[in-house]
């Protein structure tokens, strides 16, 4: 089976410092796909990025960064320098192959002036 | 560009009425699913479709009826509401979901069972 958890229900961040979201999976398949999405206050949700199994390099994009580690099985987002605008349920989910995404519980992001 | 576009947003139901949701995406997917959201519990999957012509149940598909009309259309059928099924409701596609693609979310529909 597998499973995600993001273990941080809700965080609270001031404007301007950097705050990391954690994700841990479980699954026992060697190939799969990991993601985040963000669902902001609006509702609707925005895909963020993609990493498969095979591909532990960390990305960069301005200011979210992601580290992918397989020793941990962790999928973590940070986001450097936040912003109001950051304020939102992000949620981690985890895909295997002939199986369906499967989503973590999500963790509030608040940023505050 | 619509992207996945569901109808209605807001609804509100008495308890054994019966309703259908409806989905269209114009990206030419392949893959259409439903997914319910309720609060500590993420999105849990209903029903998907892997193809036109196909549908399969998900985590939760009690209470719940699917129709993949033609490519572009997926709608999810109460036929008699229960409050436990107040929930927002999130339709998505994707090229082809068991290869990883990314799936892309309607703006959700707001349902509420009296």
């Known amino acids: 089976a597998q499973k995600v958890t993001q273990a941080q229900t809700e965080i609270s961040v001031v404007e301007k410092e950097d705050v990391t979201l954690d994700c841990v999976y479980e699954t026992r398949d060697t190939t799969y796909y990991l993601f985040w999405y963000k669902q902001p206050p609006s509702g609707e949700l925005v895909f963020l990025i993609r990493?498969?199994?095979?591909?532990?390099q960390n990305e960069i994009s301005g200011r979210y960064s992601w580290n992918f580690q397989k020793s941990t099985s962790s999928f973590n987002f940070t986001i450097t320098a936040s912003q109001v605008v950051d304020s939102a349920v992000y949620f981690c989910a985890l895909i295997v192959l002939g199986r369906q995404l499967t989503f973590g519980s999500g963790t509030q992001l608040t940023v505050l002036p | 560009n619509a992207g996945v576009t569901q109808t209605p947003k807001f609804q509100v139901l008495k308890t054994g009425q019966s309703m259908t949701l409806q989905c269209a995406q114009d990206m030419n997917h392949n893959s259409m699913y439903w997914y319910r959201q309720d609060p500590g519990m993420g999105l849990r999957l209903i029903y998907y479709s892997a193809s036109e012509g196909t549908t399969d149940k998900g985590e939760v598909p009690n209470g719940y009826n699917v129709s993949r009309l033609n490519k572009r259309e997926f709608s999810l059928r109460l036929e008699s509401a229960a409050p436990s099924q107040t929930s927002v409701y999130f339709c998505?596609?994707?090229?082809?979901?068991?290869?990883?693609?990314?799936?892309?979310f309607g703006d959700g529909t707001r349902l509420s069972i009296l």
């Open positions: 998505a596609s994707s090229r082809t979901g068991e290869q990883g693609q990314p799936q892309h």
């Open positions: 990493r498969n199994s095979f591909d532990e």
